[in-house]
Structure formats: structure tokens, C-alpha cells
């Protein structure tokens, strides 16, 4: 068989849309530091492109970061657990449609020596009131975060008003859940975590869960398209598939599956109505 010079152009141009259109089959997915620092999105991730070829570029921010980069249309899908401002974004027509698709639980970490003698309860809104008390080191995310949003809503409901109250104690970081952990192991302080990224942290030191088990700590994820006709860049049927493959079956058994030491970190719940 003879190769002409003209089959061969034909073939290496053919060659180079091909690899440019696998090059472009990627989304961008603005999601909250928890489900990247605990592991989650190493694990399900190389699953879902597995299934597709689609390759997923992940934008780990605060909640309110990440919802803020998608209003600006530079992301294709949002994955967040902030469920008030994850309804102020579709009511302002930036995305499509919101589905739960897994909760954890906030948990209160402290030190071993516990200053504000709050360990073992399980009433995180009187155990902020004691730590205010004693003036004892507190971390904060300080960052729009889902887990910021969270705390700032417990000091709320614990009637303590922080603009007031902050002090030497209260330490805003204005990071991620990891890089917070890591002050609050530096500062001997208590500090308010998402589980799922406690139990994938190393560097703990003195600091364990001082407090659990309250139902204001529920923490409850949603996924969320761009919305395409708001933001004609978004890519919505590669977006869409991934939203999809979250919530199906497939998806689901993917999250539940994810564990660390044996435990299980995040439990699916996408066919729970009002989640």
C-alpha cells in the first residue's frame, strides 16, 4: 500500500482533531476544600472518567468561593454543602437544578486539656457559649466556607454576637479546612471541622472530637449544573453527565464506598426528598 503525501496530511489532521476533541473532554467542577482534602474526589473521580472519558479539573474553595467562580461562568458544575447560598445561586438563574447528594457531620475538635471543660457533650451551641466564656483559643475558617457559614450560624443560635465578642481568643484564617486544622494544632485551639476532612488529617497533635452528635451539625452536599443559558461557556452535556453519574446508583455506591481506616465518611442520600 502506498501512503501519499496527501493521505498522510489528511491522516495527522484527522489525528490532531481527534486528540484536540479528547484534549477538550474535561469539565471544571467548583467544589468546597472538605470533599478535596478528605480524599473523596481521588477516590470517586478516576471511577467516573473510567465510565465516561471525561476528565474532571477540580477548583477547591470555600463554598462561597466556589459559587462565586461559577457565577463569573468559569466553572461547569458547583459541588458544595451550603444549602441556603446553593438556593440563592439557582434563584438568581445561575444554575439549573440542585440534587443532595451526601451528608457527614460537623464535629467540634478541642484540645486534650479542654479549657472550657466541654468534652464529651453533645450540645454544640452551649459549648460555643463556654468557650466564649473562658476565652479559650477558637480557629475560625473565616472564609465564606459552607463549614465557616455553619459556624458563624452556631454562635448565631448560641446568642453570641462575635462582632462583639471576638477577641485574642477567636482567630480568623481565612483558609481551607486543612490549613485551619493545622493552626488550631499550632494554637492548642478548638476549631469546627467537616468529619469527613478530620479523618483524613494527619497532623493532629493534642486535638481530638470534643464534641459530636447534635443535629445542628448535620452537613448535607448538593450538586449543581452551571447554568448554559446564563453562562454559554459551560460545557452542560459533559456537566450534565457528571451531575447524573453523582446521583445514580453508580455514584452513589462510589461515595459510600470511600473509607479510611474502615470508616465511612460521606453517606449518600440523593433520593431523600428536602435534602
Known amino acids: 500500500m502506498v501512503i501519499t503525501r496527501r493521505t498522510f496530511l489528511a491522516a495527522l489532521v484527522a489525528l490532531c482533531a481527534f486528540a484536540a476533541q479528547a484534549q477538550d473532554r474535561y469539565i471544571t467542577v467548583a467544589s468546597t476544600t472538605s470533599t478535596e482534602q478528605s480524599g473523596l474526589f481521588g477516590y470517586i473521580l478516576p471511577i467516573f472518567q473510567g465510565k465516561t472519558g471525561i476528565q474532571v479539573r477540580v477548583v477547591a474553595l470555600g463554598t462561597g ?13 458547583v459541588f458544595v454543602h451550603a444549602k441556603a447560598a446553593e438556593e440563592k445561586f439557582l434563584a438568581e438563574g445561575h444554575g439549573v437544578k440542585r440534587y443532595p447528594v451526601m451528608y457527614n457531620d460537623f464535629v467540634l475538635i478541642g484540645p486534650k486539656g479542654d479549657p472550657a471543660k466541654v468534652a464529651g457533650g453533645r450540645d454544640i451551641v452551649e459549648a460555643l457559649k463556654k468557650i466564649q466564656a473562658a476565652q479559650a483559643p477558637f480557629v475560625s475558617r ?13 454562635w448565631k443560635a448560641a446568642g453570641i ?12 484564617t481565612g483558609q481551607g479546612m486543612g490549613p485551619a486544622l493545622n493552626t488550631a494544632t499550632s494554637m492548642n485551639a478548638y476549631v469546627l471541622a467537616d468529619r469527613g476532612t478530620w479523618l483524613a488529617f494527619r497532623n493532629r497533635g493534642d486535638l481530638g472530637i470534643v ?29 450534565r453527565q457528571f451531575v447524573d453519574w453523582v446521583v445514580s446508583p453508580d455514584g452513589q ?10 470508616e465511612q465518611l460521606f453517606f449518600p442520600n440523593a433520593g431523600q426528598a428536602g435534602a
Open 211 to 239: 464534641v459530636e452528635g447534635d443535629r445542628r451539625l448535620f452537613n448535607q452536599y448538593g450538586v449543581m449544573l452551571v447554568n448554559p443559558d446564563r453562562h454559554p461557556s459551560v460545557k452542560s452535556d459533559l456537566g
Open 161 to 172: 454576637d462575635l462582632e462583639k465578642a471576638k477577641g485574642p481568643w477567636y482567630r480568623d
Open 253 to 262: 455506591k462510589a461515595i459510600a464506598d470511600y473509607r479510611i481506616n474502615g
Open 65 to 77: 468561593q466556589a459559587l462565586d467562580l461559577a457565577r463569573r461562568g468559569d466553572a461547569d458544575v
Open 142 to 154: 473565616g472564609d465564606r466556607s459552607g463549614t465557616h457559614m455553619a459556624e458563624l450560624d452556631l
